[in-house]
C-alpha cells in the first residue's frame, strides 16, 4: 500500500475546489497564481523561523534567509516579533519579483506582552465572556507588534495529565472546549480579518493529539472512529465553525498514519466533509518527521505524502523547498494540488489586506499604545482571579482578614516574577518582566498596606532534596496568626516536550507542608501548576487550598484579590484530578462496564482497584465558593418529546450564604440504553450565574435533538429512541437535582 501511495499520480481532479467566499478576491488570486513560476509557488508553501532565541523546535540551519525572501522563496516567517523587525523583512519580500507580502506567526497562546492564564486556567473560569476577552486583547497587542497570525487555540482533548500540553487546552469535555474554541477563535480574529487588531487563529492540533499514548508528548495515538468523532473532534469543528482561518497538523500518528500526511483527516474530514477554505500548516518539522515515524524513507517521499494529503504550509522541515518543485517536474504530484495550497495561502495574504499595505501591522505608536495599556493589564487582573479554583475551605478559613496582624508567606514561588507566567509566554526583549510581572508577594504586599505586618521564608526550592530551609520558615508560621504557602511546579515543568510520569508536587515541598501545618497556625496553600497535580497529604490534611494554576502577569494582585475576599473564588476544575498516577486517565463521562462497582467499598468481582477507590481526588466541575448555593424547584416543560420538539428545563438558583458569589451550574444528561454504550453522564450545558447574599435566579436549559445524538455504530450522528436521565448540579459529582424524560 506505503509503495502504491507515495508513487501515485495524482490528478486534479482529487483536488478539492476552493470556493472562495470572496469573489473578488478569489479573482485576485487567480490572476496573481497565473503569474508564478513553480518555483515561486513552492516559496508560498514555505516558513521559516526568524529568531534562533526563541524557536519553539530544533532548528534547520541552511543558506542565506535574507535573499529567499528576496527572491520569494519563503511564504511565511514565525518568532519574528515588533514592527520593526516585521518591517525590515516584509521590505526585503517587497524587492521579490512579484512582491508577495510575508505573513508572521507568532505562538501568542495566553496573552502577548500582557499574559494572561494557562488556557487550561482560563477554562477553570468557565467564563467565555473572559477567555473572548483575553483572547482579544492579545489579538491587539501582538497586531500591534506586526504579528498576522497567532498559533492558538490548541484545541486538543486533554485527559491525560501526563501529558505536559494539557496546559494549553480547555481540559477533557468536549462540550465545555468547543465553546471555549469558538470563544478564542472569536476572540484572536475579532469583527474580521483584516482589520488591524485581528490576527488569524489556526486550531490545532489535528487530530487526536491530546490522546498520546501513556501521556508521553508526540507519543503515537490509537483510538477507534467513533470516539475521534464524539470525543476529539468537535471542538475542531467548533473552531471552524467560528472561521477559524487556519489548522495545524499534529505531531501524532493516528491509528498507524502521522497526522501530517492523513488524507483522511486533512482531505476528507477537513476540506471535503467540513468544507475548510482556509489553509493547513504543519507542526514543526512535522512533515520531514514522517521519517522517523516509518511512514516515507526520505524528505522528498515527506513531501508527497504531506501534499497529497493536503498540507498547505510546510512549517521548518525545507521538505516542500527541496522537493516539491522536483515532484511536479517528474509527474509524481499534479501542479493542481500545489496550486490549490498556494491558493489557500495568498487568500488569506489578500484578506488580511496585506496587498494593499504591506505595512499596515508596522506601525510604532499603535504598537507602544497598545502594549502599555491600562484596561489590558486590569483585564488580566480580573480574569486571573476568574481562572483560581477554591479546592478546599475547612472553618472558613478563607477570605482572609485586611486586618490580619502577621502574615506568613512561604514557599519557593513567593517572590518568583517569570514562573507566574506558565509555559508558552511570549518573550520581548524590550520588556523588563521582573517590573512587568507582579509577584505574589508584591501582590500581598499591594493588598494589605501597612495594615498587617508580612514575613517571608523560601522555606525549600521546588525540586531537590534540600530540607536546611525548614527551620526558618516553621520560626516564621510560628510568629504569624496565619501561614500562606505558595508551592507547585516550575513554569517549564508542563508545556509541550514537558510529560510528567509522575505527576506529584516536586522536591520536598509536601514535607515543607507537613512541617508548617504542625505548627497547628491556620494554614492556607496555593497550589501553582499547568496541570492536575497529586498532592493527597496536603488535600486531606491542610484546611485552605487554591489551585491557582499559573495566571500571568497580574498573578499576584489575582491572588491577593481571592485571598482576602474582594474577589469570591468561582472557578471549575475543567478537568479531573486522579488520586493516583495509576488512575489515568480519568474522567467524568466514563462508561459505566458491565460489573460496575456499588460504591468505593465493593471490590467483589467489579470494575474497581483494590487498592484505591475509582473516584477522583476532585471531579470534573468541582470549586468551591466563599458562599453557599441551594438549588430547588426543578421543572421540565415536558417528559415525551419526538425529535422535532424540545424540553425546556428550568430550576432556581439561591445564594444561601453570606457573600455575593458566582456559580457554575452544570447540566448532564445520560442516554440510559443505546445501539452503543454511553457514559454515566454527559455535560450538555451550563450557565455562570451571579447571586448576592440570599437572591434567587431561575436558570433555563432547552434539550433539543442534537443535545440528545450521538455518533451510532455506523458513525450517523443522530437520537435514538429511549428513556434520558436529567442530572443538574454543582459539579459531576455533586448532583443536586434529577429528573428523567423519554425521547420518542
Not at 370 to 391: C, D, F, Q, Y
Not at 693 to 711: C, H, P, R, W
Request: charged share 25%; aromatic share 10%; proline share 4%.
Amino acid at each position: 500500500m506505503k509503495k502504491t501511495f507515495l508513487t501515485a499520480f495524482i490528478t486534479a481532479s482529487a483536488v478539492l475546489s476552493l470556493t472562495a467566499q470572496n469573489p473578488a478576491i478569489d479573482k485576485r488570486v487567480d490572476d496573481l497564481l497565473k503569474q508564478m513560476t513553480l518555483e515561486e509557488k513552492v516559496g508560498q508553501l514555505n516558513q521559516y523561523t526568524g529568531e534562533w532565541s526563541s524557536a519553539t523546535g530544533p532548528i534547520t540551519k541552511d543558506g542565506d534567509k535574507q535573499n529567499q525572501i528576496r527572491t520569494g522563496q519563503i511564504g511565511s516567517m514565525l518568532n519574528v516579533k515588533g514592527v520593526a523587525h516585521t518591517r525590515q523583512c516584509q521590505e526585503m519580500a517587497m524587492q521579490s519579483r512579484l512582491k508577495i507580502p510575508l505573513l508572521f506567526g507568532q505562538d501568542v497562546i495566553h496573552g502577548y506582552k500582557t499574559t494572561f492564564p494557562i488556557p487550561l486556567a482560563e477554562a477553570a473560569s468557565w467564563d467565555l465572556d473572559a477567555i473572548e476577552l483575553g483572547a482579544r486583547i492579545a489579538a491587539v497587542e501582538a497586531a500591534a507588534s506586526g504579528i498576522h497570525w497567532t498559533f492558538a487555540p490548541m484545541v486538543d482533548i486533554g485527559r491525560d495529565p501526563r501529558w505536559g500540553r494539557v496546559m494549553e487546552g480547555a481540559g477533557e469535555d468536549p462540550y465545555l472546549g468547543s465553546l471555549i474554541a469558538k470563544a478564542r477563535v472569536k476572540g484572536f480574529q475579532g469583527e474580521k480579518l483584516g482589520d488591524i487588531t485581528s490576527v488569524m487563529a489556526c486550531a490545532k492540533h489535528f487530530a487526536a493529539y491530546g490522546a498520546a499514548v501513556g501521556g508521553r508528548d508526540y507519543n503515537s495515538v490509537d483510538m477507534s472512529e467513533r470516539m475521534l468523532w464524539e470525543v476529539y473532534l468537535p471542538p475542531f469543528k467548533a473552531a471552524l465553525d467560528a472561521g477559524a482561518a487556519t489548522f495545524m497538523n499534529s505531531f501524532n500518528d493516528l491509528n498507524g498514519i502521522p497526522a501530517t500526511g492523513s488524507v483522511f483527516l486533512q482531505r476528507d474530514i477537513l476540506k471535503g466533509l467540513w468544507g475548510f477554505k482556509g489553509f493547513v500548516v504543519s507542526d514543526w518539522g512535522s512533515i520531514g518527521e514522517m521519517k522517523q515515524h516509518g511512514f516515507v524513507k526520505d524528505g522528498k517521499d515527506a513531501a508527497l505524502a504531506a501534499i497529497v494529503a493536503g498540507s498547505d504550509m510546510d512549517m521548518e522541515s525545507r521538505c516542500y523547498k527541496n522537493n516539491l518543485a522536483d515532484l511536479v517536474k517528474e509527474k509524481k504530484v499534479d501542479i493542481a494540488l500545489v496550486d490549490d495550497a498556494v491558493r489557500r495561502i495568498l487568500y488569506k495574504k489578500f484578506e488580511m489586506g496585506l496587498f494593499e499595505d504591506p505595512y499596515k501591522y508596522s506601525d510604532v505608536k499603535r504598537q507602544e499604545a497598545a502594549m502599555n495599556n491600562p484596561e489590558h493589564t486590569k483585564a488580566a487582573r480580573e480574569i486571573g482571579a476568574k481562572s483560581i479554583v477554591l479546592l478546599k475551605n475547612e472553618n472558613n478559613v478563607l477570605p482572609l482578614s485586611k486586618e490580619t496582624k502577621t502574615i506568613a508567606f512561604i514557599g519557593p514561588l513567593v517572590k518568583e516574577y517569570r514562573q507566574n507566567l506558565g509555559f508558552w509566554s511570549v518573550e520581548l526583549d524590550e520588556v523588563d518582566y521582573d517590573k512587568f510581572i507582579v509577584s505574589q508577594w508584591d501582590g500581598l504586599q499591594n493588598k494589605v498596606g501597612k495594615t498587617s505586618k508580612l514575613l517571608y521564608a523560601k522555606g525549600c526550592e521546588i525540586e531537590g532534596e534540600d530540607k536546611s530551609g525548614f527551620a526558618e520558615a516553621v520560626s516564621i508560621a510560628n510568629q504569624a496568626d496565619v501561614v500562606i504557602l505558595s508551592i507547585g511546579e516550575r513554569r517549564d515543568m508542563s508545556g509541550e516536550a514537558k510529560s510528567r510520569s509522575d505527576i506529584s508536587l516536586p522536591g520536598v515541598q509536601e514535607e515543607l507542608v507537613k512541617a508548617i501545618q504542625a505548627t497547628g497556625k491556620p494554614v492556607v496553600v496555593l497550589i501553582n501548576a499547568g496541570r492536575p497535580l497529586v498532592f493527597n497529604w496536603t488535600a486531606d490534611n491542610v484546611p485552605a487550598i487554591l489551585y491557582t494554576w499559573w495566571l500571568g502577569s497580574e498573578a499576584g494582585n489575582s491572588i491577593a484579590d481571592v485571598l482576602f475576599g474582594d474577589v469570591n473564588p468561582s472557578a471549575k476544575l475543567p478537568v479531573t484530578f486522579p488520586r493516583s498516577v495509576g488512575q489515568i486517565p480519568i474522567y467524568h463521562s466514563y462508561f459505566n462496564t458491565g460489573r460496575p462497582a456499588k460504591n468505593e467499598n465493593d471490590l467483589n468481582y467489579v470494575s474497581a482497584y483494590i487498592d484505591l477507590p475509582n473516584s477522583p481526588k476532585f471531579p470534573f466541575g468541582y470549586g468551591l465558593s466563599y458562599t453557599t448555593f441551594g438549588y430547588s424547584d426543578l421543572k421540565l416543560s415536558k417528559k415525551q418529546i419526538s425529535k422535532g420538539e424540545t424540553i425546556e428545563v428550568t430550576a432556581r438558583i439561591t445564594n444561601t450564604g453570606k457573600y455575593a458569589g458566582e456559580e457554575v451550574v452544570q447540566l448532564y444528561l445520560r442516554d440510559k440504553v443505546g445501539s452503543v454504550v454511553r457514559p454515566v453522564k454527559e455535560l450538555k450545558g451550563f450557565e455562570k450565574i451571579k447571586l448576592n447574599a440570599g437572591e434567587s435566579k431561575v436558570v433555563t436549559f432547552v434539550i433539543d435533538n442534537e443535545k440528545l445524538s450521538f455518533y451510532n455504530q455506523k458513525l450517523e450522528f443522530d437520537s435514538e429512541a429511549g428513556e434520558f436521565d436529567l442530572m443538574i448540579g454543582s459539579s459531576a459529582e455533586d448532583i443536586r437535582l434529577k429528573s428523567e424524560f423519554e425521547l420518542l
